[in-house]
Structure formats: C-alpha cells, structure tokens
C-alpha cells in the first residue's frame, strides 16, 4: 500500500476523511485548515479532537482565539459531543486564547507567543493530549494586528506541536477565490473548506491542496453537516470499483423480462429503466418490489408520488402494498426532493437501508432528484448510492424520465448511465398511426441480453412484453422509419431528432 | 524575583511581567522594566516577573498569549502591554502610572 519513506498517519475517524486523505492527517504534524466564514472550520477542529476521543481515546486540546471556550462548548454540544463530561475526564482541554474587546492589548515593541506555547505545553502534558487544534489564525492577527509576526510566530507554534510529537490542526480565514494565503506557505499541509453558493445551492467541500511528503486524493469532496455527528464527507469517486460482484440472479418481476436480461437482474446489480412518463416506469418498480423471494426485504423511495398514490397504482396491478408492509417486508419512503440537498438525502437514504437492511432498492424516480443538484452533485450522488448499494449487495432499481415523449435521453442517463450496470429503456413508438409501447435491454453488464425492442403491454396484471417490432426502426431515437425507408434517411434522423420530433 | 520591595502590606501599585525562559526578547523586557521602575517609580511599585515556561498555571490563569506581557494588577481595573516595553514614557503613560512618578525627576 504505501511506501516505508511515506509519514505516518493519524486516523481522524471523521467519516470519508480517512478514505480521502489515503488513511489519515500526516502524524505529529500540523495541518492548515482553510476557508471562508462559514464553511465549518471550527466544526472540523472540533470534530477533529472529539473522534479522536470516541474511537481512539486519544485526549485533545482545543485552543481557541475566537470563541469563548463557554460558547464553543454549547455549540459544538448540539452535534453530540460531550464536551463537557470529557473535560471531566481529562480527555478534554481548552486553552482559551479569546480575549474581551476592552482587554484589547497594546504593544510595545517586539514579542512572541510564548505565553500561549507555554499554556499549549502545559494542557498537552497534563492531558496527555495527542491532538491539538488551534481556531482561527484570523481572530489572532485581530487581536495583534501584526501579520508578520503572528506568521512567524505560528511557524514557530507549529515546530513546538511537531517536537511535542502531537498532530494538530490550525484553522484560518480564506477570502474567497483571492491567491493562498501567506499562512499556506508556512504549514506543509493544506485542506482548503468551501460554501459555496453553486446554481442557487449550497455545496460544501473539502479540498486537501497539499500533504508534504504524503499522498492523497485530489479534488473537491462535497460534504454535509449531520446534526448529531458533524462532518460526514461522502468520498464518491473513491469507492467506485472495488465492489465484488455476484453472479446470483433474481427475478426482476416480469418474467418476459428477465429472459431478455438473459435470466433476471443480478443480486447486486443496479439498474436505471429510463422512460418518458406514463411508459411504466413506476409500475417495474412495483413488480421489482412485488418479486421479493423468500427472506428478502424491499424499500421504496418515492420522490414523485404520494404514498396513497402508490397504494393505489400499486393495487391496480394486483400488487397489495399495505400488506407487505405490514409484514414487516417493505418500506415506503415518501419525499419530496426539495425538502433537503442531495447530500441529506443520501444520508437518509443510507439510514433507512441500515435500519431495514433490504436486499432491493428502488428510487423512483432518480430524475426528481436531479431538479436539486447541480449536474456534478447529482453524479456524484448517484455514484455514491450506486456504490453503497453494491457495497451492501443490494439490488437496485433506478427510474429516470425523460422529457420527451418519443426518445430522446435525458441528462440523468448521460451522467450515469456508465455507473449503472443495465440500462432498460421503456420508449413510445408511433407505429402507422397508433401509439404503442417498446422496451429495449440496452445494456446489461457481464452477461448476454436480448438485443431486440420489444412490443409491451400494460393491464390490471401488470407488464407483458411481446415480440419484437421488426419494421420499425429509430425507435430510440424517437425518429421512426418503416422498413421501406432508406437507410440513409434513418442515418439522418438519427441526429436531428429535435427537428424530427417538431416535424 | 522583585524589585523595590514594598515593605510588608499590599502594595500601592504590583505589577506583573510575563516573560518566556531567557529568550532576547524578555530579557530586554526585564531590564527595562527593572530600569523603568528604578528611574521613575517609587517604593510604592512592586514588580513580579513570573517565567511561563515555569509557571504555566499562573499564564493560563491570566491567559496570556504574548510575551513579553506587563499587568498592571493593581489598582485594579487590571491594564495590558505587550512588546519589549523599551519606551518607559509611553508604558508609564499606557498603565496610567504617572500620579506614582518620583517628584525628583525633571521636569
């Protein structure tokens, strides 16, 4: 894994942080921590020295020069921190480097930061502590007004923490996109904080700008402020790929359709079924969820309809919802996804598979979600669901609307139709006058697939999928031709669909 | 480590000077301090200089950061300089010690 000439690391316990950081803060270390007003910096100093006590019973040292320890103390408490208690124990300690506007001092001369060293010296040895975190570097050059030598200073603080074989954090102030601070220079080790304002949405991220001598994952990584654990970072991109795959099938609800995928969905395989509205999209996802072998458990997360609706729907194909809820063998999660970031969602998404623990999952529709996020938060939402699940070996089950009536993609599949193991496309097709219905497998990773679109049905029993249609072609287009149109003109409607559609 | 004792009883006006170990910087602070004291003030002015490497409680007590840092602990409320302090004038002034200035000295 990593080279003997690589620093040691400090395992922070911070949820992703370890993940992204290739296992850790460098140890006995001091790493800047930067960013803008808001963007959680006391939180992750905070948070920083609490997992350290929760996982690893390692003591922290909080020296604050913003906050009274008093106010630090109530605020970071709301996040489930038992500062208070842990202060008790001597796992805790602050050094409080805040002062009162009129203690303001006035100096004369040269001086240094002895005192505070001193005290930081003092709370570590009588601790014990082997985290230390220093918030903010900002309010410091407020009370001195000389950046000069508050840098030198910090330098020399930052010595002392190394020789004192404790790995810490220093938190300073960012202003917006203006070039690094001085103070970047100084530390060997950056993580840059943003919250930032992105399409009318709050995104956070956390950016590690450089370890000295230690690898990382580069880029931003959006995360989110729980309220009873702080920081959770979701490292989306990281966990891609490492899945093991299972060969096992199960049944997808629709018989015809599991001969298509060549015998079903695989167990831990996720699935987009992509389809203009009214194509049965919400219907597979009742089959998929009405197929339940044995001992398996389904959860439903609705974000388009309510769950009376579903109910109904439900039970219009003979699927009775209630009842299997009752028995304890579905879940039904109803929101709208408005009511929080695509993070959050993520988040409760997680916590309801973790409290019910189900062997299939189905979103309907992922494209609801796609109204909040920005293009590149949807992805890495989408990523990251897609991962867990599979993780978790769990069958999922996407659906994702398109616009358009007659073909057409939307910019959900574009963004993850590579992440998803089968896609299953649902298409309306307009054949000499009439309206009927086509579903085509379009790809199902690792195994064979029928290659044909086939004709289906909807009635009180569900979907039936017939024969293929074999004189129409541009079906996924949306630009029909009959067998008695020339190739050629098949070639060009092929990229001009719009004009095709508007025709 | 005092100078110009007040003879028993509290003194009219302690101060306090914080300094780290035998760096330069408190070093010059001390002599100037000691030398201010002397020169202007009288027997009314105590002076205590507490080491922080030594005695950390007593800087985390008064949460100091800086050093050098001179108190003025009494009369209180308490007053604050940080720095060398080598302009005795603008301390005595910054501390509002001037009423304790010898009489001696020229005008």
Partial sequence: ?503 | MESAPAAGGAPEVLLRLFVTGGSQRSLRAIEAVEGMCKEFLGKAVRLEVVDVSEAPDQAEHEKILATPTLIRQVPSPPRRLVGDLCEPERVIQLLGLKEYVRPRRAE
Avoid at chain 1, 233 to 246: A, D, G, V
Avoid at chain 1, 331 to 359: G, S
Avoid at chain 1, 461 to 469: A, D, L, Y
């Fill in chain 1, 1 to 503: 894994m990593s080279s003997s000439r690589e620093l040691k690391r400090l395992k922070t316990y911070i949820p992703g942080f370890d993940l992204i950081s290739n296992g850790g803060l460098p140890a006995g270390r001091t790493t800047l921590v930067s960013g803008g007003p808001g963007s959680a910096k006391t939180i992750l100093a905070g948070q920083f020295l609490a997992e350290g006590i929760k996982h690893a019973n390692q003591a922290g040292c909080f020296v604050t020069f913003e906050e009274k320890p008093d106010d630090i103390r109530r605020n970071l408490s709301s996040l489930g921190w038992e500062i208070a208690k842990w202060e008790a124990e001597g796992k805790w300690v602050f050094v409080d480097g805040s002062l009162h506007p009129k203690d303001e001092p006035v100096t004369i001369g040269d001086y240094d930061l002895g005192g505070l060293m001193a005290r930081i010296d003092n709370a570590v040895r009588k601790t014990g502590a082997k985290r230390v975190s220093l918030d903010s570097i900002g309010a410091m050059l407020i009370q001195f007004g000389r950046p000069t030598v508050i840098r030198r200073e910090l330098y020399r603080v930052a010595w002392q923490l190394r020789d004192m074989n404790v790995t810490s954090i220093i938190t300073a102030e960012h202003a917006g996109h203006a070039e690094a601070p001085v103070e970047e220079y100084v530390t060997d080790n950056v993580i840059i904080l943003r919250n930032t304002l992105e399409d009318e949405k709050r995104r956070r991220t956390l950016e590690i700008l450089k370890f000295r001598g230690a690898s990382h994952l580069r880029g931003e990584f959006p995360f989110t402020i729980s309220e009873d654990s702080g920081i959770i970072l979701l490292p989306l991109s990281s966990i891609e790929l490492r899945q093991k795959s299972s060969d096992k099938r199960i049944t997808s609800g629709i018989a015809e359709l599991d001969n298509m995928c060549g015998g079903g969905f695989y167990r831990d395989s996720v699935v987009l079924i992509s389809g203009a509205t009214g194509t049965g999209k919400t219907l597979t996802a009742t089959g998929f969820l009405a197929a339940l072998g044995q001992d398996e458990r389904g959860l439903l997360f609705a974000f388009e309809e309510s769950r009376d609706q579903l109910y109904r729907n439900a039970l219009g194909w003979g699927v009775d919802f209630p009842k299997l809820e009752g028995a304890g063998r579905l879940r039904i999660v109803c929101e709208y996804p408005e009511v929080a970031a695509p993070e959050d969602h993520l988040l409760r998404i997680k916590k309801h598979i973790e409290e019910f623990q189900p062997t299939r999952v189905a979103v309907d529709s992922l494209s609801a979600l796609e109204r909040i996020a920005t293009p590149r938060t949807f992805r890495e939402f989408v990523l990251a669901l897609t991962s867990y699940l599979k993780d978790k070996q769990i069958a999922g089950l996407f659906t994702s609307t398109t616009p358009s009536l007659l073909g057409g993609s939307t910019v959900t599949e574009a963004h993850i139709s590579s992440v998803t193991d089968s896609i299953i496309l649902l298409r309306y097709v307009e054949a000499f006058g009439e309206m009927r219905r086509g579903i085509a497998v379009l790809k199902m990773r690792g195994s064979q697939h029928d290659r044909s679109i086939r004709e289906y049905t909807i009635d009180s029993q569900g979907m039936h999928v017939g024969e293929p249609f074999r004189s129409i072609s541009g079906i996924l287009s949306g630009a029909f031709t009959h067998s008695t149109s020339s190739e050629l003109q098949t070639l060009e409607h092929l990229f001009d669909r719009t004009d095709a559609e508007d025709a």
